[in-house]
DNA sequence: ACATCTTACGTGATCGTTCACGATAGATTC
DNA sequence: GAATCTATCGTGAACGATCACGTAAGATGT
């Protein structure tokens, strides 16, 4: 652990420092011998300013530490080059995912982020996050939304700025555009995989409804069984968490229900039908295949490695920061979803046939509670 | 899925809408029929306003919707009542949810935060980004801080705002000060609870040095092994990821050096020693107790749930905020540090009679790569 | 009735920029 | 050599607030 400031500036921690006023826009120009909007142009790299000048002014600006005030800016354009984000402020694995990812690429844009989480109930803590974001000045908002309450009070919000949500599967209004990662496409492939492997029976321990991660996952997963001439059976809704995960496994092993395959709807909801299943002599994959949703950190050593979707974050914070500078700058651009990718791990096996798929339940496409 | 827009103002999605300029503060004096002078009084409940004109500004501002500039007032104040909040990009679990805390308890005491994540190499990112939070105007900057090269980067920057690190068990110096949960106590918690159980022989499956919480886990563990008269024995020191500690478990299995119980730097670590053992015969808790720390989402539902510690980011984000605050508006404050709570699981046993402590290896104290 | 003190309010300057114009100089044209 | 053009630069107003003063009217004291 090294000792302390080493650069010039006198830090400001412990009580009113003497440090030396900020220089602004006009020290820059008497220095140089200019006027503050011949200062002004080259900062905005207008035209009519001689190289020779230009030079200088850079120079000078360099040396003596300038940055432009970007309130001063704000308040004289009304354009924060800031734009602001809304999210739920449960530290889930998808949302701050894309937060952080946003953050990033928002800021190699010349971007900054203000950030406001909101909870439950949402039609009041979204509209007042909404509008100490217009209070903030910023350009543009990106939402992430996945639960389907926060994305209707979303809705029935009023904003004055471009408003974007990031919510699979949502529908975009004229006052909300939507844009998200095809998660449906995912949740297929899952399936899709289980399919090829051989499975007929295939389960979907799925999400929250209330959640559009859970509705659109099922989708998926209906879509791929019906793409394969397969009928959908057995569904059981449920909240992501593990525990519930887990009870559910413990009921399906009690009942003799379990599947030969499942499509579980996030890792964390193999997690705990995984250790059901172990604590009863179930196996995976030998006795039921799973696969998962989200490649969280650790489900490459869960017992076993988890099969599951991996969502690439990076690239939709890429696309959809660029759609909505696309909006505020009012350019077209390409909005077609980003795909997840299947992770292949060792938790989904070939189908067994010595183990038949059990036929004495689920009536055919409807989810249980 | 409702349609959309009940509220009054045209949403802005689609193009640019006619919307209304915004009302600004010489608009309410001139509907209330007093100068903008005494509507800025009663903004900031000044004296020097009569009830009842007061009554009807207010009344003015409710109706037409106005909301003050904080971009006008930051630049005649120069206060932003903004904090900014360095964190590494990479979305760990403690980070996220320290980061995640600290906005919602910022906004509750009437600041906005500015985010910005920075990377490796740090002594350019993070001075890059602390000039960026400058330029914002932030009031008072926070650091999330758990890598030593990131605190090293913020020890020799400069900047002219105070600037606080939440770094566990790293010193102050006179430009930043630094907070953090007591991880020190968390860690002797753990190890004590193995103590209580019974075992003697309890080994330390590290973090990264390169981390503070790496550092200070060890230390803990050392402190309570020392307080109950133990000699610290096996200690490896490994990155954090359940590769790494699978591979370590493996090798310990392998070399038949499985201590009685192991104190593992954090859940993600005790995750690949699990499976390691599990793969291999060694049950925990029976032949081997692990403890973990962090609490992540899940640890309950590993094989077996996950004895471990747990932090309150929410009591540390109001401490640490608190502390800053003080700083920026001239107050003191208390500062001890938060103390983490022991989360008692299955994954640790009593000391079994007929196993007794290994004891070929371990160089005392030493820790080994 | 006069001076003085309060209370309530208006006014001007200011924060650090951007932007539209106006003004100056030298170069070019005839 | 006068007129016109172009490149370069300076100036004033504006953005939306805060804050220190100035000032008018009514309350108070003698």
């Not at 940055?67 to 701050?96: C, H």
């Not at 844009?109 to 439950?120: D, F, R």
Request: hydrophobic content about 40%; aromatic content about 6%; charged content about 25%.
């Amino acid at each position: 652990m090294t000792e302390a400031a080493t650069r010039s500036g006198s830090g400001a921690a412990a009580s009113a420092p003497p440090s030396r006023r900020k220089p602004n826009i006009n020290d820059v120009a008497r220095m140089a011998g200019v006027s503050y909007g011949t200062v002004s142009r080259v900062l905005n790299d207008a035209p009519d300013v001689s190289a020779a000048t230009r030079e200088r002014v850079l120079q000078i600006i360099k040396d003596i530490g300038y940055r432009r005030s970007r309130t001063a800016t704000a308040l004289v354009t009304s354009r924060s080059t800031a734009i602001g984000i809304l999210t739920d402020e449960s530290p889930r694995f998808g949302p701050v995912g894309t937060l952080m990812a946003l953050e990033k690429v928002a800021r190699q844009k010349g971007y900054s982020t203000n950030v406001i989480t909101v909870e439950a109930p949402y039609d009041v803590s979204v509209q007042k996050a909404l509008d100490s974001l217009d209070d903030l000045g910023v350009d543009g908002i990106i939402v992430i939304a996945p639960l389907v309450a926060m994305a209707a009070a979303v809705w029935n919000a009023s904003v004055r700025v471009p408003v974007e949500m990031i919510a699979a599967g949502a529908s975009s209004t004229p006052n909300v555009f939507t844009y998200s990662e095809n998660q449906e496409l995912g949740a297929r492939m899952a399936t899709q995989h289980l399919v090829d492997l051989g499975h007929t029976d295939i389960a979907h321990v799925a999400g929250s409804m209330d959640w559009f991660d859970g509705r659109v996952r099922k989708r998926g997963w209906e879509a791929a069984l019906r793409d394969a001439g397969l009928a959908p059976r057995l569904c059981l809704e449920g909240d992501w968490s593990p525990k519930w995960a887990y009870e559910t496994g413990l009921r399906l092993v009690k009942e003799h229900k379990v599947p030969q395959a499942i499509f579980a709807a996030s890792d964390h909801t193999a997690l705990g039908l995984i250790r059901a299943f172990a604590e009863n002599g179930v196996r995976v994959p030998e006795d039921v295949s799973i696969v998962g949703f989200d490649d969280i950190e650790g489900s490459d050593y869960f017992l076993p490695p988890l099969t599951t979707v991996r969502q690439d974050f990076t690239a939709l914070a890429n696309m959809s920061t660029e759609v909505l500078l696309g909006a505020i700058e009012h350019r077209e651009v390409d909005r077609t979803p980003i795909e997840p990718i299947l992770v292949k791990r060792s938790s989904a096996g070939p189908a067994q046939a010595n183990r038949p798929p059990h036929g004495e339940l689920g009536e055919n496409g409807a989810c249980d509670r």
